[in-house]
Antibody, heavy 119, light 107 residues
Framework: EVQLVESGGGLVQPGGSLRLSCEASGFTFSSYEMNWVRQAPGKGLEWVSSIGGSGSTIYYADSVKGRFTISRDNAKNSLYLQMNSLRAEDTAVYYC????????????WGQGTLVTVSS | EIVLTQSPATLSLSPGERATLSCRASQGVNSYLAWYQQKPGQAPRLLIYDAYKRATGIPARFSGSGSGTDFTLTISSLEPEDFAVYYCQHRQNWPLTFGGGTKVEIK
């Protein structure tokens, strides 16, 4: 059974930093692209970042480029998102989701972790 | 960036009625489009992928159609559990983008 458990969310001041983690199980983690997708309160879904199985291919949404860094540790079956220079508009639930397990879409999701950027 | 525009924003229907949701892409995405359902407090659930393929466990009342720039999600007869928000998403290129969503509410 595929399981994804996000952690690391919380309240942070504008300009601050936070590191999110996602622990995966139930599939061969190193073989699959991993993604972060976020959802601001009461708003729609926004893809944030993607990292290939080996970690060598990385993409970011323009809204986070230069501020967020995605990484993974395949030995620990874990995905990370280092978020710096946080803004109020980064407030959202952050989900981790793999692609490619059965489809090239997001058919497995974690429960999400809430990041609140506020003074 | 490919912009996905969903319409209508809200659809007010009664159980048993047919729901037709639209997703229009700003440029062609071939058949690389998916539909998700999201209920309050839950993560999204994949319903349809590659425009018309039902994901595992999805009831046959959900169907998808379209290619290129115009796509439709149809729910043939609404069940009480189908009242939710629906999003489309493409995988044609980077960045991956989602539509703004259509809320299907009880009339």
């Amino acid at each position: 059974e595929v399981q994804l458990v996000e952690s690391g969310g919380g309240l942070v001041q504008p300009g601050g930093s936070l590191r999110l983690s996602c622990e995966a199980s139930g599939f061969t983690f190193s073989s699959y692209e991993m993604n972060w997708v976020r959802q601001a309160p009461g708003k729609g879904l926004e893809w944030v970042s993607s990292i290939g199985g080996s970690g060598s291919t990385i993409y970011y949404a323009d809204s986070v480029k230069g501020r967020f860094t995605i990484s993974r540790d395949n030995a620990k079956n874990s995905l990370y998102l280092q978020m710096n220079s946080l803004r109020a508009e980064d407030t959202a639930v952050y989900y981790c989701a793999p692609r490619g397990l059965t489809t090239w879409y997001f058919n497995y999701w974690g429960q999400g972790t809430l990041v609140t950027v506020s003074s | 960036e490919i912009v996905l525009t969903q319409s209508p924003a809200t659809l007010s229907l009664s159980p048993g009625e047919r729901a037709t949701l639209s997703c229009r892409a700003s440029q062609g995405v071939n058949s690389y489009l998916a539909w998700y359902q999201q209920k309050p407090g839950q993560a999204p659930r994949l319903l349809i992928y590659d425009a018309y393929k039902r994901a595992t466990g999805i009831p046959a009342r959900f169907s998808g159609s379209g290619s290129g720039t115009d796509f439709t999600l149809t729910i043939s007869s609404l069940e009480p559990e189908d009242f939710a928000v629906y999003y489309c998403q493409h995988r044609q290129n980077w960045p991956l983008t989602f539509g703004g969503g259509t809320k299907v509410e009880i009339k």
